[in-house]
């Protein structure tokens, strides 16, 4: 598929890996920010609607699972060690309200993930952006 990324006005390139990443987390457009990155859940837009950049070119593959795995056991170990330490409640109360809070938490965290992860391989020019790196487009001329 050619690569038919609009021009775009400099001024609204992302300054830094930090702007990318952030726009990808929020769901918009690493470009360009201007418009959704997900067409779907998980799915992102085959292209930006605003300045055209090819969104398939991504593999994000097992990366984004793999980030909301480790960010929900990281908040989740807390929340375990205090409900066990200060809460009577049995068992089965305890499994049932961590297996609920985990899988929200997970469900919540993919999407920022997966975007976190497009937007970087955008900025670095991995996988399908290989040559189009958003770091060079953003680079002073
Ligand atoms: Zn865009």
Sequence with gaps: MPDL??????ATLPQGLGGALWRGVRGTCPRCGGTHLFARILKPVERCA?????????????FPPYIAIILT?????????????HSAL????????VAVLA?????????????GVIALQWW???????GKAGRDEAAPA
């Design 103 to 115: 899988v929200v938490l997970l469900g919540s965290l993919l999407q920022p993930a997966k975007g």
């Design 50 to 62: 605003m300045c055209g950049q090819n969104w398939t070119l991504h593999a994000a593959d097992d």
């Design 90 to 97: 049995s068992a089965w109360a305890m499994m049932l309200i």
């Design 5 to 10: 990324a609009l021009p775009i006005d400099r």
């Design 124 to 130: 670095l020019g991995l996988n399908g952006f290989a």
């Design 73 to 85: 056991g990281h908040i989740m170990a807390p929340v375990i060690i205090a409900l066990g330490l």
